[in-house]
């Protein structure tokens, strides 16, 4: 999995031979649609992504049973990369991996993409009660967690438009996902390991970074957080 947020990493710009490697490229925000497109078309695999504070408004975007992209009930041309997939609010199987996705940030200002913390943990609530849902149908556990902003006191930054969600420490519960990825935070140790929060690593991967994640990777094993999970 390539995975990358924030940053426009000129290198691959130049050059994807270093990356070549991934089946999958997850994006975190913040990064422009046209480098995501490239990245994409490039490698020649699937993306997801979710939305940072500073992408646009994707709100009201949906696909028809016949596969046209739709807002407002009529026609319309999603502003991300044709094929890719938004998981902002969703849990969605790609590349043979179950990643969910809550985008944007702590609300700072009057732009989109962003919410307070009673906002976002409405819609961390929403994605439970998918997970919910498709394991009552025979869904997978989810694997990958995607957001933008961290989690609070995990990785997030001293100043309050960098804060990170204290929702997310549920939802995480909740979910039981392998890895959480995010970005936003720009000033951080790239050579640090992704920070626990219980049985999930929690990493920045703002710039791009390539990590193994096998499918079933976020499947539940007993232990004291399984009371909690259901």
């Known amino acids: ?24 490229v997850v994006a975190c925000g913040d990064l422009p649609f046209e480098y995501l497109g490239y990245l994409m078309n490039g490698l020649d695999v699937p993306l997801v992504f979710v939305p ?3 992408d646009p408004d994707l709100s009201g975007y949906r696909s028809s ?7 407002a009930g009529l026609p319309a041309r999603a502003p991300w990369p044709d094929g890719a997939v938004n998981a902002d ?5 790609v590349a043979g991996l179950r990643l969910a996705g809550l985008g944007g940030c702590r609300r700072y200002g009057s732009g989109p993409n962003q919410y307070s913390d009673r906002q ?5 609530r929403s994605l439970r009660r998918q997970q919910r849902w498709q394991r009552l149908r025979g869904g997978r556990p989810v694997d990958v967690l995607l957001t933008h902003a961290p989690p609070r006191g995990v990785g997030d930054g001293a100043d309050p438009p960098h804060w990170g969600f204290t929702a997310l420490h549920g939802l995480v519960a909740g979910l039981q996902p392998a890895m959480l990825l995010h970005g936003h935070v ?9 920070r626990p929060l219980g049985r999930t690593a929690v990493c920045n991967v703002t710039g791009r970074h390539l990590l193994d994640i096998p499918p079933g990777a976020g499947a539940a094993r007993p232990g004291p957080g399984d009371r909690h999970a259901r």
């Open 1 to 24: 999995m390539l995975a990358v947020s924030d940053e426009v990493d000129e290198g691959l710009c130049a050059d994807l031979g270093p990356v070549r490697a991934a089946e999958l």
């Open 52 to 54: 940072g504070n500073h």
């Open 65 to 71: 049973r016949a596969g046209l992209t739709l807002r």
């Open 89 to 93: 609010g969703r849990i969605v199987e």
């Open 120 to 124: 976002l943990a409405a819609r961390a």
């Open 186 to 194: 720009l000033h951080y140790d790239a050579a640090a390991p992704g």
